[in-house]
């Protein structure tokens, strides 16, 4: 008789249909390999691939990506998100701003989203550093909208101010990840709800002229009623755009990932889209394989449409 212990298997819902993406063929592919060669060429990390986007084969098929700044390793440790944790990264590279942009330049895009690692070895979080890649980018190409999805700086107020003063920017972002009750299972121990809400409260103070944005991700545990909550404290700090996604492991729930507790369906992705809207959100992206960043141009259009700016 054995006298191992073997290990819990924990097992997840079966992955339905609708979460099952497709490659891209035809030309859709041919602009995912010229987008891929723009993003390889120019020594850049996306966000579509360190964390494992299950979009990336619809944006870069599009010919848009996600660019992820400030370093490939993230100084947090969040239970949800794959991008590698190190408590002391190299320094952001003084080269990547000037790469960014010509990359951004060479896809010809109409709007970019520029995401970034959280950096909690730098005095001010990376602030000045995600700033000069913002202006890098509209210097190069000014006829691009930029949206920058910032990290929560440690709540480092007189660098948000700095970051912001006058900076080139269209959409300011920032994820609340999950609903509150869930922050100490889901996030890393130095980022929260409030301190998320704070971050979006101040950055539409300080520009008031700039959109901002934030998501939520779903099936993590929550309920129906904290989904509701959460919108209404976003609206209540002015958040002009939200997503709504489904949360997929992305590695073995047990060794750092947390399991997905169940798979929202279409129909409930449609509710909180049209729950969204009549709480007066301006663009609302809502559905299974939505993330933070996906088809961004396009809620910033609609939020301009409605009279935000």
Request: with cysteine; proline share 6%; glycine share 8%.
């Amino acid at each position: 008789m054995s006298n191992s212990t073997e290990l819990p298997i924990v097992t997840r819902p079966r992955l339905p249909e609708w979460l099952r993406a497709q490659p891209p063929s035809g030309e859709a592919l041919a602009i995912f390999n010229r987008t891929r060669g723009a993003v390889d060429d120019g020594g850049l990390h996306t966000v579509c691939e360190e964390a494992k986007c299950p979009n990336v084969h619809d944006c870069w098929g599009r010919g848009t990506a996600t660019f992820m700044i400030a370093g490939k390793e993230c100084t947090r440790g969040c239970r949800f998100c794959s991008v590698e944790t190190l408590r002391a990264p190299e320094p952001p590279d003084t080269n990547e701003p000037q790469h960014l942009a010509e990359a951004v330049a060479r896809m010809d895009l109409d709007h970019v989203v520029i995401t970034v690692v959280n950096r909690d070895d730098q005095p001010d979080g990376g602030a000045a550093h995600y700033r000069k890649c913002v202006e890098a980018v509209h210097n190069t190409a000014p006829h691009v909208t930029i949206e920058l999805l910032s990290s929560d700086l440690a709540g480092n107020w007189q660098a948000l101010a700095e970051m912001l003063d006058g900076i080139p920017l269209d959409v300011f972002a920032h994820n609340v990840e999950c609903v509150e009750r869930l922050d100490s299972t889901v996030r890393d121990p130095r980022a929260s709800f409030a301190l998320s809400l704070e971050m979006l409260r101040r950055a539409k103070e300080l520009r008031p002229d700039i959109v901002t944005k934030s998501s939520l991700m779903v099936g993590l545990g929550e309920t129906m009623k904290e989904i509701t909550e959460a919108m209404q404290r976003l609206r209540s700090v002015d958040v002009d755009l939200i997503t709504f996604g489904q949360y997929l492991a992305p590695g073995r729930p047990g060794e750092r990932y947390l399991p997905v507790t169940r798979y929202a369906t279409p129909a409930e992705f449609d509710a909180w889209a049209d729950e969204a809207r009549q709480m007066g959100f301006a663009g609302v992206a809502s559905g299974p394989m939505v993330r933070s960043s996906f088809r961004a141009g396009e809620l910033l259009a609609a939020a301009r449409k409605g009279g935000k700016r």
